[in-house]
């Protein structure tokens, strides 16, 4: 059996998985017999980080874990779950037609020192896009610095 672990995530910014961790641990419950019965795979129970991040375990068997390449597809269950079950908590966090947002981990013990690399999780990254999209709003010579600065590291990325 291959372990692999993954961080769960609303795709809204404004809910934290943290906080309905108990619908979660429900929906992995009910998504691992699924599993279990078609895939052979294993769901463990969700759990919490110390800096309150929500992970789960998925145990595939050796011979299963070419098929399993995008986790995220087999793990739908969770919020199709979570949108049948509560639908009126959780149909107002829809972003698009996505509830959850599935990111898969290389280690816990690199996502635990996660603030010191250049990881972010979703909500980080949805930020940065609201910032930048106020940012870009604004026509004063700060902000145009600002963007200037932003365009020069992208440029700079993309000849890398």
């Known amino acids: 059996m291959i372990s692999k672990f993954v961080q769960l995530e609303f795709a809204d910014p404004r809910i934290r998985a943290i906080d309905y961790i108990q619908d979660i641990r429900d929906a ?7 599993l279990y019965s078609r895939y052979d795979v294993q769901l463990q129970y969700p759990f919490c980080t110390e800096d309150n991040r ?7 068997p050796d011979n299963k874990i070419s098929s399993f390449g995008n986790i995220g597809n ?6 199709t779950f979570l949108l049948t079950k509560y ?10 037609k996505r509830l959850l947002i599935y990111v898969e981990l290389d280690s816990i013990n690199e996502q ?3 603030k010191n690399t250049a990881i972010l999780t979703m909500v980080d990254r949805f930020e940065i896009i609201a910032s930048l999209s106020k940012i870009m709003e604004r026509s004063d010579v700060d902000a145009l610095e600002t963007i200037r600065s ?8 993309n000849n890398m």
């Open 54 to 60: 929500v992970i789960i375990e998925i145990r595939i």
């Open 87 to 96: 639908p009126n908590t959780y149909n107002n966090y829809t972003v698009g």
């Open 112 to 114: 635990n020192n996660s």
């Open 74 to 79: 087999h793990l739908r269950g969770l919020s």
């Open 150 to 157: 932003i365009k020069e590291l992208i440029d700079n990325f």
């Open 28 to 34: 992995a419950k009910n998504a691992s017999l699924n």
